[in-house]
């Protein structure tokens, strides 16, 4: 069975960091390019990040660009999203996504996690 698995939400303050976990069950992940992808109340789900398969190659979108770092650990079958200096904007619910191109077009990805909740708060 084809599975992902988001891990590592919750309730932060802002300026605070997060790491997100990804992690695959019934396949393998580093063949696969694996995006996050987050839906905040009342707005449509955005792309942030993804990491590609063989090279490892990376892409944010300027709203995370220099705080959000992807990176996977194929030994783990893992790949994680480090969030730093948090914002109460990034508050959402946080997707990772496993599919076959370099793109955050959500068509594109064939296998989704559950999501996880990101709150940022005081």
């Known amino acids: 069975q084809v599975q992902l698995v988001e891990s590592g939400g919750g309730l932060v303050q802002p300026g605070g960091s997060l790491r997100l976990s990804c992690t695959a069950s019934?396949?393998?992940?580093?063949?696969?390019?694996i995006g996050w992808f987050r839906q905040a109340p009342g707005k449509e789900r955005e792309g942030l990040s993804y990491?590609?398969?063989?090279?490892?190659?990376?892409y944010y979108t300027d709203s995370v660009k220099g705080r959000f770092t992807i990176s996977r650990d194929n030994a783990k079958n893992t790949v994680y999203l480090q969030m730093n200096s948090l914002k109460p904007e990034d508050t959402a619910v946080y997707y990772c996504?496993?599919?076959?191109?370099?793109?955050?077009?959500?068509?594109?990805?064939?296998?989704w996690g559950q999501g996880i909740q990101v709150t940022v708060s005081s």
């Open positions: 996504a496993a599919g076959g191109y370099w793109s955050l077009d959500m068509r594109k990805y064939d296998h």
């Open positions: 019934g396949f393998t992940l580093n063949y696969y390019v």
């Open positions: 990491i590609s398969g063989s090279l490892s190659s990376t």
